[in-house]
């Protein structure tokens, strides 16, 4: 029962991993990109300061438990809210061809209040880094 | 659907009032959307048999009837809610859209034919609650009281979904229809699978705790005390109706025949959450918490209703949570006054209330003698409904408890109308002046007079 | 998708859920760092999870798949809102121990 099931598997796997392979592909070809872009295009200033091993803007010398500013914590949370979203997208992503363009509109109207959030908390200032 | 539909776009709307800190605009805007809902709930359209939406939601007269009474409810709550927020007015754009999102997730329990949609409703019914409970950022009391709410809530909600996953395994599928029908095709419930009847038993024991009923009431004498005194009553009058709500459809749409098979269980509950409530409060100083075991004990009279319950209506009920919530919702609003000029909120802090605000006590005591179940006001009737319905059952032991403990009730609520009559020791007290506010609190004690003596102005127009 | 219930019959599913389940049962009676607690209510809905999507590929039916989609985005709120109390709380105590609040008694 075991190999039976392994093999089906096996048989049309071949087939099946070529739109992985191409999606790898292209989301490593997007971060190639995007470094190489930044690295080209930006300005480059080199001091003492910069040399520093970067540990997410904190002093990184002393007690490694301290009690850290609440702008992450801020971040993190919005950042889990937004993104635990896209798991709705799933199954709009593997119906796309059978919902068409009605469901294509049901999914604009789902993303609404969530752009309408994003609104809220950019007018709240929460993304404002230096006024937080 | 109507009302969900005005009240959520209200809510969003409310969220950027406060964020674009227009705080003039913020109070009408939001009272002109809950009467534009309360009117669209009334409309025939909004009226439907069928379940709408593949079978999620179905807005009957059942789920009219109580999306009527929460909206209301929430109205009183809003328009006196201006004496509390008068000065923290930094975040009340977001109070108000909590406050109606809360009331949308409870529209959609109430409603719900299927249970994902039914425990969507209860989540966003209790979210904006917990955060609701913990607005007072400063007050470690509030913070303590949202943080006890929000563990035991949803350490509560996780049981629930356990039960519902464990009645999908069963049957196979969420729906309510699917989920009778399968109940149906039992001869009688002993034969139901195992996992089936845990599955029921642990949603159950979710609505047990949302009802604030024994054995799980111990969270709410703390969380009601530890709130700002607007959300308190909020969570005792719209929050209970709509678990209450729940609950029936539940066990009337979805497990339907196999309710009778926890009578029993309930009656016990209900004779265990009455006599709780009721001795625990006699021994209250605390205004708050007194209304809060109070509440405890108005949780077990309106358990009693879940007994027999295919037999008969349920507007019995819904009567009974509309007085006492018209009832609660004044004796806070009387609260907020007395606390806003004394800075305390004990029952003793009511003293010298009569001389300075004879309307005030009037107001008070016509509440208290409510919720004592003194005729004719509306309490008397409710109480007196459910019980009839009880004994029609054959639970004249319940009802004989239940009498035991509404003389015992008498007496705490009396304590609170004498000591509004005591005269104070500093002389009368000066309450600043709020537009509307003794208008609306008048009209809510009138409705509570003309509800007692003509009840069938409830029970006739539906 | 069903010949792996012939492989791991559906009652080991049902038995490692109940036991996660009952593992973050433990953990939020037993201990007393608020984080640690948060984190046993989401290990307890993820046995939830684990349960419902066995189920649903035991059935043929997808909307158990569904329903653990809601469950996880209702955890995402929830998880949000508890952290943003514990961070209130910690602003006026200073400590994320439970044992800390005990304002509220009879």
């Known amino acids: ?132 | 659907m109507y009302p969900i539909i005005v009240l959520s776009v209200a809510g969003i709307l409310s969220m950027f009032i406060g964020a674009f800190k227009l705080k003039k605009v913020a109070l009408p805007a939001v009272l002109l959307a809950t009467l534009a809902a309360f009117g669209s709930n009334l409309l025939p359209q909004n009226f439907n048999d069928t379940p709408l939406y593949s079978g999620m939601l179905q807005f009957d007269w059942f789920s009219i009837r109580y999306a009527a009474v929460m909206i209301a409810v929430t109205l009183v709550i809003l328009i006196l809610s201006r004496r509390y927020y008068r000065d923290a007015a930094e975040h009340l754009g977001d109070i108000y859209a909590l406050f109606l999102f809360s009331v949308v997730g409870g529209m959609i329990m109430v409603g719900s034919m299927n249970l994902v949609m039914f425990f969507v409703g209860i989540e966003i019914l209790s979210i904006p609650l917990y955060i609701l409970a913990a607005s007072e950022r400063n007050n470690l009391l509030s913070n303590e009281a949202g943080l006890k709410y929000f563990l035991l809530g949803s350490f509560i909600t996780v049981f629930m979904l356990l039960g519902i996953v464990l009645v999908y395994g069963t049957v196979g599928s969420f729906d309510f229809d699917a989920i009778n029908s399968f109940v149906h095709s039992y001869n009688s419930s002993d034969e139901l699978p195992m996992l089936f009847k845990v599955g029921v038993l642990l949603i159950l024991v979710a609505f047990i705790f949302k009802i604030s009923a024994a054995p799980f009431h111990f969270w709410s004498p703390d969380v009601y005390q530890g709130s700002p005194a607007v959300i308190m009553v909020f969570m005792a009058t719209v929050a209970k109706t709509a678990a209450f709500g729940g609950a029936y459809r539940f066990l009337d749409a979805c497990i339907g025949p196999m309710s009778d098979d926890f009578s029993v269980m309930f009656a016990v509950l209900a004779a265990l959450t009455m006599s709780i409530g009721n001795l625990m409060a006699l021994r209250q100083d605390s205004l708050k918490r007194l209304l809060a075991f109070s509440s405890v004990a108005n949780a077990g009279y309106l358990m009693m209703g879940f007994i027999g319950l295919n037999e008969k209506p349920t507007d019995t009920t819904l009567y009974y949570m509309l007085v006492y919530s018209i009832a609660n919702v004044i004796a806070i609003a009387v609260y907020l006054t007395v606390k806003e000029s004394q800075g305390s909120g004990s029952i003793a802090g009511l003293r010298g209330l009569y001389q300075s605000k004879p309307l005030l006590t009037f107001c008070l005591v016509l509440a208290m003698l409510s919720l004592a179940g003194i005729p004719p006001l509306a309490g008397f009737v409710g109480k007196y409904a459910i019980f009839v319905e009880a004994i029609r059952d054959g639970y004249a032991w319940l009802v004989v408890i239940a009498a035991i403990n509404s003389v015992l009730g008498i007496f705490y609520y009396f304590r609170v109308m004498r000591a509004a009559f005591e005269p104070a020791e500093g002389g009368p007290v000066q309450v600043p002046y709020v537009l509307g506010y003794s208008a609306v609190l008048v009209m809510c004690t009138l409705a509570l007079l003309v509800l007692g003596i003509f009840p069938n102005l409830f029970f006739g127009i539906w | 998708m069903a010949q792996i219930f012939n492989i791991v019959p559906l009652e080991h599913f049902i038995i490692l859920s109940l036991i996660l389940f009952s593992i973050g049962v433990i953990g939020v009676l037993l201990r007393r760092n608020m984080i640690v607690v948060f984190m046993s209510i989401e290990l307890m809905l993820n046995a939830v999870n684990l349960m419902a999507v066995s189920f649903s590929a035991h059935k043929g039916d997808s909307a158990g798949q569904v329903f653990v989609f809601f469950v996880m985005v209702v955890a995402a709120a929830e998880v949000a809102l508890g952290l943003a109390i514990l961070v209130m709380i910690y602003r006026n105590v200073k400590s994320i121990d439970i044992n800390e609040l005990k304002q509220l008694k009879w």
């Open chain 1, 1 to 132: 029962m075991l190999n039976s099931y392994l093999n089906k598997n096996t048989m049309e796997s071949n087939v099946d991993y070529l739109g992985i392979l191409l999606q790898m592909a292209f989301a490593l070809g997007f971060v190639g990109l995007t470094m190489v872009a930044t690295h080209t295009l930006g300005p480059k200033r080199r001091t003492a300061q910069k040399a520093e091993a970067f540990e997410c803007g904190v002093e990184s010398v002393g007690n490694a438990r301290l009690p850290f500013s609440i702008k992450y914590f801020l971040t993190a949370i919005l950042f889990v809210l937004f993104d635990v979203e896209v798991i709705f997208f799933y199954p709009w992503a593997v119906n796309f061809k059978e919902l068409g363009g009605i469901g294509y509109l049901k999914m604009l109207f789902f993303i609404a209040p969530l752009f309408l959030g994003y609104l809220y908390i950019l007018k709240k200032g929460a993304l404002n880094w230096e006024k937080m």
